[in-house]
Protein backbone atom coordinates (compact mmCIF):
# COMPACT_ATOMS: atom_id res chain seq x y z
CA UNK A 1 0.00 0.00 0.00
CA UNK A 2 1.14 3.64 -0.15
CA UNK A 3 2.38 5.25 2.87
CA UNK A 4 1.07 8.81 3.46
CA UNK A 5 1.46 11.51 5.34
CA UNK A 6 -1.34 10.75 7.72
CA UNK A 7 0.95 7.68 8.81
CA UNK A 8 3.69 9.92 9.63
CA UNK A 9 1.03 12.16 11.68
CA UNK A 10 -0.50 9.16 13.41
CA UNK A 11 2.67 7.89 14.29
CA UNK A 12 4.28 11.08 15.68
CA UNK A 13 1.10 11.91 17.93
CA UNK A 14 1.51 8.60 19.17
CA UNK A 15 4.86 8.79 19.99
CA UNK A 16 4.11 11.83 21.64
CA UNK A 17 1.05 11.01 24.08
CA UNK A 18 2.74 8.05 24.71
CA UNK A 19 -0.80 6.13 24.66
CA UNK A 20 -3.25 5.33 21.65
CA UNK A 21 -6.65 6.77 22.82
CA UNK A 22 -5.35 10.30 23.89
CA UNK A 23 -3.57 10.58 20.65
CA UNK A 24 -6.22 9.21 18.73
CA UNK A 25 -8.55 12.06 20.38
CA UNK A 26 -5.61 14.59 19.64
CA UNK A 27 -6.69 13.44 15.37
CA UNK A 28 -9.96 13.37 15.93
CA UNK A 29 -10.09 9.62 15.21
CA UNK A 30 -11.18 6.57 16.18
CA UNK A 31 -9.13 4.52 18.33
CA UNK A 32 -9.34 1.37 16.18
CA UNK A 33 -8.55 3.66 12.74
CA UNK A 34 -5.77 4.75 14.55
CA UNK A 35 -4.64 1.35 15.26
CA UNK A 36 -4.73 0.17 12.16
CA UNK A 37 -2.50 3.25 10.23
CA UNK A 38 0.20 2.29 12.56
CA UNK A 39 -0.28 -1.32 11.71
CA UNK A 40 -0.16 -0.51 8.15
CA UNK A 41 2.94 1.97 8.55
CA UNK A 42 4.49 -1.00 10.53
CA UNK A 43 3.79 -3.48 8.02
CA UNK A 44 5.56 -1.13 5.63
CA UNK A 45 8.60 -0.96 7.28
CA UNK A 46 8.81 -4.14 8.34
CA UNK A 47 9.23 -3.23 11.51
CA UNK A 48 7.75 -3.08 15.11
CA UNK A 49 7.44 0.49 15.92
CA UNK A 50 5.41 0.43 19.18
CA UNK A 51 6.36 -2.04 22.00
CA UNK A 52 2.35 -2.84 23.32
CA UNK A 53 3.10 -4.57 26.13
CA UNK A 54 3.30 -2.85 28.77
CA UNK A 55 0.75 -0.59 30.33
CA UNK A 56 2.47 2.63 29.44
CA UNK A 57 2.90 2.13 25.61
CA UNK A 58 6.94 2.62 25.11
CA UNK A 59 8.62 2.89 21.19
CA UNK A 60 10.57 0.57 20.20
CA UNK A 61 14.64 1.16 18.96
CA UNK A 62 13.47 1.35 16.02
CA UNK A 63 10.24 3.28 16.95
CA UNK A 64 12.73 6.09 18.47
CA UNK A 65 14.94 6.22 15.52
CA UNK A 66 12.06 6.15 12.78
CA UNK A 67 10.38 9.01 14.90
CA UNK A 68 13.55 11.56 14.10
CA UNK A 69 12.71 10.49 10.35
CA UNK A 70 9.76 10.69 10.50
CA UNK A 71 9.31 14.46 12.14
CA UNK A 72 12.22 16.14 9.93
CA UNK A 73 9.94 14.50 6.65
CA UNK A 74 6.88 16.04 7.88
CA UNK A 75 8.68 19.05 8.30
CA UNK A 76 10.11 19.13 4.68
CA UNK A 77 6.55 19.13 3.78
CA UNK A 78 5.00 21.23 5.86
CA UNK A 79 7.94 24.19 4.95
CA UNK A 80 7.74 23.36 1.02
CA UNK A 81 4.16 23.88 1.42
CA UNK A 82 4.36 27.20 3.01
CA UNK A 83 3.02 29.99 0.99
CA UNK A 84 5.43 32.19 2.72
CA UNK A 85 8.28 30.65 0.94
CA UNK A 86 7.25 31.14 -2.64
CA UNK A 87 8.78 34.83 -2.26
CA UNK A 88 11.77 33.56 0.09
CA UNK A 89 13.27 30.61 1.41
CA UNK A 90 14.40 31.58 5.06
CA UNK A 91 17.48 29.50 5.94
CA UNK A 92 17.09 28.38 10.09
CA UNK A 93 19.81 27.87 12.26
CA UNK A 94 19.38 26.33 15.41
CA UNK A 95 21.30 26.41 18.81
CA UNK A 96 20.36 25.51 22.02
CA UNK A 97 22.51 27.77 23.94
CA UNK A 98 24.96 30.82 22.91
CA UNK A 99 24.74 30.19 19.01
CA UNK A 100 28.78 31.18 17.94
CA UNK A 101 29.66 32.97 21.40
CA UNK A 102 30.75 36.40 20.52
CA UNK A 103 31.04 35.78 16.93
CA UNK A 104 26.90 35.50 16.80
CA UNK A 105 26.41 39.16 16.08
CA UNK A 106 29.25 39.62 13.38
CA UNK A 107 27.86 36.45 11.88
CA UNK A 108 24.22 37.76 11.03
CA UNK A 109 26.01 41.15 9.99
CA UNK A 110 28.11 39.55 7.26
CA UNK A 111 25.09 37.59 6.31
CA UNK A 112 22.66 40.26 5.71
CA UNK A 113 25.03 42.25 3.87
CA UNK A 114 26.25 39.31 1.81
CA UNK A 115 23.45 37.17 1.59
CA UNK A 116 20.08 39.75 1.86
CA UNK A 117 18.54 37.27 -0.57
CA UNK A 118 17.96 34.70 1.91
CA UNK A 119 16.97 36.11 5.48
CA UNK A 120 19.48 34.11 8.18
CA UNK A 121 16.83 33.11 10.78
CA UNK A 122 18.44 32.61 14.22
CA UNK A 123 16.40 29.98 16.73
CA UNK A 124 17.15 28.82 20.12
CA UNK A 125 15.45 25.22 20.74
CA UNK A 126 16.66 23.26 23.81
CA UNK A 127 17.07 20.13 22.26
CA UNK A 128 20.55 18.19 21.96
CA UNK A 129 20.58 18.84 18.35
CA UNK A 130 18.28 22.18 18.20
CA UNK A 131 15.89 20.27 16.60
CA UNK A 132 17.90 19.43 13.35
CA UNK A 133 17.12 15.98 13.87
CA UNK A 134 13.49 17.01 13.51
CA UNK A 135 13.53 18.98 10.80
CA UNK A 136 12.73 22.41 12.38
CA UNK A 137 16.34 23.71 11.42
CA UNK A 138 17.91 23.48 8.32
CA UNK A 139 21.60 23.65 9.89
CA UNK A 140 22.48 24.19 14.15
CA UNK A 141 25.75 25.17 15.97
CA UNK A 142 26.33 22.24 18.25
CA UNK A 143 28.45 21.80 21.12
CA UNK A 144 30.54 18.80 22.69
CA UNK A 145 30.24 15.67 21.03
CA UNK A 146 27.58 15.36 18.72
CA UNK A 147 25.51 11.84 19.52
CA UNK A 148 22.65 11.20 16.60
CA UNK A 149 24.59 9.54 14.52
CA UNK A 150 24.32 10.58 10.64
CA UNK A 151 24.52 14.20 11.04
CA UNK A 152 27.09 16.06 8.73
CA UNK A 153 29.21 18.69 10.99
CA UNK A 154 32.47 20.75 10.32
CA UNK A 155 34.33 22.11 13.29
CA UNK A 156 34.32 25.79 13.93
CA UNK A 157 36.61 26.88 16.97
CA UNK A 158 36.96 25.41 20.57
CA UNK A 159 36.02 26.95 23.61
CA UNK A 160 37.63 26.79 27.13
CA UNK A 161 35.51 26.19 30.21
CA UNK A 162 34.19 28.43 32.95
CA UNK A 163 33.09 27.78 36.27
CA UNK A 164 29.70 29.89 36.83
CA UNK A 165 29.07 30.56 40.67
CA UNK A 166 26.82 32.82 42.84
CA UNK A 167 28.49 35.81 44.06
CA UNK A 168 28.58 34.89 47.62
CA UNK A 169 30.15 31.89 46.58
CA UNK A 170 33.47 30.96 48.36
CA UNK A 171 35.38 30.08 45.00
CA UNK A 172 34.39 33.15 43.63
CA UNK A 173 37.77 34.64 45.75
CA UNK A 174 40.25 32.04 43.84
CA UNK A 175 41.37 33.78 40.53
CA UNK A 176 41.04 30.11 38.76
CA UNK A 177 39.46 27.14 39.84
CA UNK A 178 39.94 23.41 39.09
CA UNK A 179 37.57 20.38 39.04
CA UNK A 180 38.83 19.06 42.80
CA UNK A 181 37.79 22.67 43.74
CA UNK A 182 33.93 22.00 42.79
CA UNK A 183 33.88 18.09 44.20
CA UNK A 184 32.48 19.78 47.12
CA UNK A 185 29.84 21.62 45.91
CA UNK A 186 26.15 21.14 43.72
CA UNK A 187 26.50 20.81 40.61
CA UNK A 188 23.60 22.38 37.94
CA UNK A 189 23.49 19.87 34.80
CA UNK A 190 21.88 20.54 31.82
CA UNK A 191 20.47 17.43 30.58
CA UNK A 192 18.86 18.31 27.44
CA UNK A 193 21.32 20.27 25.46
CA UNK A 194 24.40 20.63 28.47
CA UNK A 195 28.00 19.76 27.52
CA UNK A 196 28.77 19.02 31.19
CA UNK A 197 28.92 15.40 32.87
CA UNK A 198 29.52 13.68 35.93
CA UNK A 199 32.34 12.24 33.92
CA UNK A 200 34.94 15.09 33.76
CA UNK A 201 35.72 13.82 36.74
CA UNK A 202 37.46 10.81 38.44
CA UNK A 203 35.41 8.17 39.38
CA UNK A 204 36.53 8.35 43.28
CA UNK A 205 36.23 12.50 43.37
CA UNK A 206 33.15 13.33 41.48
CA UNK A 207 31.26 16.12 43.27
CA UNK A 208 28.89 15.19 46.07
CA UNK A 209 25.60 16.50 44.39
CA UNK A 210 23.49 17.10 41.48
CA UNK A 211 20.85 19.11 40.06
CA UNK A 212 19.05 18.10 36.87
CA UNK A 213 17.79 21.04 34.44
CA UNK A 214 16.04 21.24 31.33
CA UNK A 215 17.32 24.80 29.47
CA UNK A 216 19.74 27.50 29.93
CA UNK A 217 17.19 29.57 31.97
CA UNK A 218 16.98 26.94 34.80
CA UNK A 219 20.23 26.40 34.77
CA UNK A 220 21.06 30.14 35.58
CA UNK A 221 18.69 30.32 37.84
CA UNK A 222 19.63 27.61 40.00
CA UNK A 223 23.14 29.14 40.48
CA UNK A 224 22.13 32.63 40.58
CA UNK A 225 19.88 31.36 43.66
CA UNK A 226 23.03 29.42 45.64
CA UNK A 227 22.20 26.18 44.97
CA UNK A 228 24.32 25.13 42.33
CA UNK A 229 27.54 25.64 40.39
CA UNK A 230 27.77 25.13 37.40
CA UNK A 231 30.29 24.33 34.17
CA UNK A 232 30.01 26.03 30.85
CA UNK A 233 32.27 27.66 27.93
CA UNK A 234 33.62 31.08 27.30
CA UNK A 235 30.52 32.03 25.22
CA UNK A 236 28.29 32.04 28.27
CA UNK A 237 29.84 35.18 30.28
CA UNK A 238 29.20 37.33 27.00
CA UNK A 239 25.58 36.14 26.51
CA UNK A 240 24.27 36.11 30.50
CA UNK A 241 25.48 38.55 32.47
CA UNK A 242 24.09 38.64 35.88
CA UNK A 243 24.70 40.59 38.82
CA UNK A 244 24.21 37.70 41.09
CA UNK A 245 26.72 35.50 38.72
CA UNK A 246 30.70 35.31 38.72
CA UNK A 247 32.34 33.39 36.35
CA UNK A 248 35.84 32.04 36.61
CA UNK A 249 38.39 29.96 34.12
CA UNK A 250 38.29 26.18 35.09
CA UNK A 251 41.74 24.87 34.13
CA UNK A 252 42.06 21.42 34.24
CA UNK A 253 39.16 20.75 31.57
CA UNK A 254 39.28 19.94 28.19
CA UNK A 255 38.35 22.39 25.70
CA UNK A 256 34.72 22.42 23.98
CA UNK A 257 34.87 21.83 20.14
CA UNK A 258 31.80 23.97 18.69
CA UNK A 259 30.32 22.93 14.99
CA UNK A 260 28.23 23.70 12.85
CA UNK A 261 25.98 20.50 11.66
CA UNK A 262 23.33 19.66 9.27
CA UNK A 263 21.37 16.80 7.74
CA UNK A 264 22.85 14.18 4.99
CA UNK A 265 20.99 14.19 1.88
CA UNK A 266 19.65 17.63 0.15
CA UNK A 267 19.86 20.62 2.26
CA UNK A 268 19.01 24.46 1.79
CA UNK A 269 21.06 25.21 -0.68
CA UNK A 270 22.77 28.36 1.37
CA UNK A 271 23.60 26.09 3.61
CA UNK A 272 27.45 25.90 1.92
CA UNK A 273 27.41 29.55 2.06
CA UNK A 274 26.86 29.32 6.14
CA UNK A 275 29.82 27.54 6.55
CA UNK A 276 32.35 29.84 4.66
CA UNK A 277 31.22 32.64 5.89
CA UNK A 278 31.28 31.10 9.63
CA UNK A 279 34.51 29.91 9.41
CA UNK A 280 35.64 33.72 8.35
CA UNK A 281 33.58 34.97 10.94
CA UNK A 282 35.59 32.69 13.75
CA UNK A 283 39.26 33.20 11.81
CA UNK A 284 38.39 37.35 11.57
CA UNK A 285 37.59 37.40 15.69
CA UNK A 286 41.01 35.74 16.53
CA UNK A 287 43.03 38.03 14.14
Known sequence: MTIELRHLRAFLAIAEEGNVTRAAVRLHLGQPALSRTLRQLEDHLGARLVDRSTHHLELTAEGRTFRDKAAAALAAVETALDPRGLTSWPLRLGHPWAALGDHTVPLLRRWDETRPDVPLQLLRIDDRTAGLTQGKVDAALLRGTVSPS?????????????????????????PEVGLADLAAHPIALNTVSGTTTMDLWPPTARPVRTIEVTNTDEWLIAIAAGRAVGISTTATPGNHTHPSLVYRPLVDAPRVPVVLAW?????????????????????????
Do not use: K, N, Q
Open 150 to 174: GLCTELLMSEERVVVMPLDSPLAAL
Open 263 to 287: RPGPVHPAVPDLLALAHEVVAAGRA
